[in-house]
């Protein structure tokens, strides 16, 4: 095995921006969290952030279901996954996000805005990028999200 | 995402089994809906077999606990409810807002 193999491991995976296709994504984004090493906490916490942010794509970035595309990139190394989402929707800007409410009574609890809570509270790193657009090409989104092992810098 | 109706005299049990997402938050809303539109209020959920919740699932147990408890008509309250759903409900800051118990009966009998 050359040392690149025993490095990582990338794997792609494309679609469309429909919520039947979640179930599809957390299982590809698990199995490349099993094969990083992580454990079962960590696989389940890699779910349910990409489950988040992939909703957040279809919701926001794209208005809604459509036939629009997420491009799904795992890179996988020895305890550390690292997942980018792409998508050539609407731009998101995170820091317009308020945090969200997690202390008010029943009555005044507004539940907005955990998703992204989610992701940044659930995997190491979280970046937002966007990839300006040549041409006619619409610009497009960029989330990476890192999750490493415990015990792992 | 699977659900099933148990109604008792002092409350109703729903059973959920499955994947609660942004796929099937909207039928899990259907689902306390259904009761509460009924005029019950005191509801016990199951999610024994629940194997994955997102925040649209949390949402939807948000909006039928304000339902619920407006005027003191009711409640919702959890039994079995999985450990990685608990540590998101965790995060999420849900756990002041529902009682949890370990199994379907003392859920039931709080009622």
């Known amino acids: 095995m050359s040392s690149s193999e025993a490095c990582c491991e990338t794997r792609q995976a494309v679609y469309t921006a429909q919520f039947e296709n979640l179930d599809d994504i957390r299982v590809f984004v698990g199995d490349a969290a099993r094969d990083s090493g992580l454990e079962s906490a960590e696989i389940y916490a890699v779910q349910l952030a990409v489950d988040e942010a992939s909703s957040n794509i279809i919701e926001h970035a794209y208005g809604g279901e459509s036939q629009e595309l997420i491009e799904c990139t795992c890179l996988i190394t020895p305890g550390s996954l690292k997942i980018t989402l792409k998508d050539c929707g609407h731009h998101f800007d995170p820091s317009k996000i308020s945090d969200p409410d997690l202390t008010s009574d029943i009555e005044e609890r507004q539940p907005g805005g955990l998703g992204l809570f989610f992701m940044r509270q659930l995997m190491d790193d979280v970046t937002f990028t966007v990839v300006p657009g040549k041409g006619d090409l619409k610009d497009c989104n960029i989330l990476t999200m890192i999750k490493r092992k415990e015990g792992r810098g | ?111």
Request: charged fraction near 25%.
């Open chain 2, 1 to 111: 995402m699977d659900t099933t109706l148990t109604q008792f005299k002092h409350c109703d049990l729903i059973k959920v089994t499955g994947r609660i997402d942004s796929a099937t938050a909207p039928k899990f809303a259907e689902a306390l809906d259904s009761v509460m539109n009924d005029g019950r209020y005191k509801i016990v959920l199951d999610l024994e077999n629940v194997e994955f919740m997102s925040s649209a699932g949390l949402r939807v147990l948000i909006s039928a606990q304000k339902v619920c408890k407006r005027y003191n008509r009711g409640e919702v309250v959890l039994a079995l409810v999985p450990q990685r759903v608990y540590e998101a409900m965790d995060l999420a800051g849900f756990v002041p807002l529902f009682k949890f118990f370990e199994d379907v009966t003392g859920a039931v009998g709080s009622f």
